[in-house]
């Protein structure tokens, strides 16, 4: 948590998680990308407020375990703002994406938090003036 302090007192405007265990911040044996009470600590005890994105989903580590939509939303889940799907085929990418899609209609996403999570990367995106860019759908991918 020091190194993340700092960073954050220094203006850092994203934070990455990882697939790293962190017994001690209460992730338990959940890898701390996929475990909220790590990326509930950044917002609580370090009052971080700027953009919480994954390292890759599809690195060996986390594609040894999980499938790159069952990643996908636990990533979401446990409250990423965003994450690197990282895997490079857009079929598998989209398989996500409606991974994502269902469990925000079901409830295992929270709504709210999604929608939360766009304000803060829309947010990042404005302060550095970057131009608005579409997103294709998942039907495309």
């Given at each position: 948590m020091p190194a993340f302090k700092a960073g954050i007192d220094a203006g850092a405007d994203a934070v990455m998680?990882?697939?790293?265990?962190?017994?001690?911040?209460g992730a338990g044996h959940?890898?701390?990308m996929f475990a909220a009470p790590v990326i509930n600590r950044l917002r609580?005890?370090?009052?971080?407020?700027?953009?919480i994105v994954t390292d890759s989903l599809s690195m060996g580590g986390v594609i040894a375990?999980?499938?790159?939509?069952?990643a996908a939303v636990l990533a979401?889940?446990?409250?990423?703002d965003l994450v690197l799907l990282g895997n490079g085929d857009p079929l598998y990418e989209g398989k996500a994406m409606s991974a994502i899609q269902l469990a925000v209609r079901s409830g295992r996403v929270d709504r709210q938090k999604l929608h939360e999570s766009a304000l803060r990367v829309n947010?990042?995106?404005?302060?550095?003036?970057?131009?608005?860019?579409?997103?294709a759908s998942s039907s495309a991918a």
């Open positions: 998680t990882t697939a790293v265990y962190v017994p001690a911040l959940t890898p701390a609580t005890d370090l009052g971080f407020q700027g953009v375990h999980y499938s790159l939509p069952q979401l889940s446990a409250g990423n947010q990042l995106r404005d302060r550095w003036g970057l131009p608005l860019t579409p997103c």
